[in-house]
């Protein structure tokens, strides 16, 4: 019980952290007086000039598409071949 509080209490900080602007994270991000939401953080690292996420999400998406395609694409074969052919030992591996 006393995890769960603390893992949610950090993740509830961090979001609201996230979509507040930085002099009110300051005065505490459980101050819910005057809150102003907005996605200005989202946008600013979306958009970083040094590090923008916006190529690390492409990169990401280059890495997992193919490493997720290929090994389905291998196993599907592998399987035509148990189902459809007769080898030696084929009845060890079912």
Not at 10 to 19: D, K, N, R
Not at 35 to 52: G, H, K, L, S
Not at 71 to 86: G, V
Request: proline content about 6%; glycine content about 4%.
């Amino acid at each position: 019980m006393g995890y769960s509080l603390a893992v949610d209490y950090t993740v509830h900080g961090g979001f609201m952290a996230s979509i507040r602007p930085l002099s009110e994270i300051l005065s505490g991000w459980w101050n819910f007086q005057n809150m102003n939401i907005t996605p200005d953080n989202y946008i600013n690292a979306w958009t970083n000039e040094q590090v923008p996420i916006s190529r690390h999400m492409i990169n990401s998406i280059l890495i997992a598409i193919p490493s997720t395609i290929i090994p389905i694409f291998t196993a599907s074969l592998a399987a035509y071949c148990f189902a459809r052919f007769s080898f030696p030992l084929k009845t060890c591996y079912s």
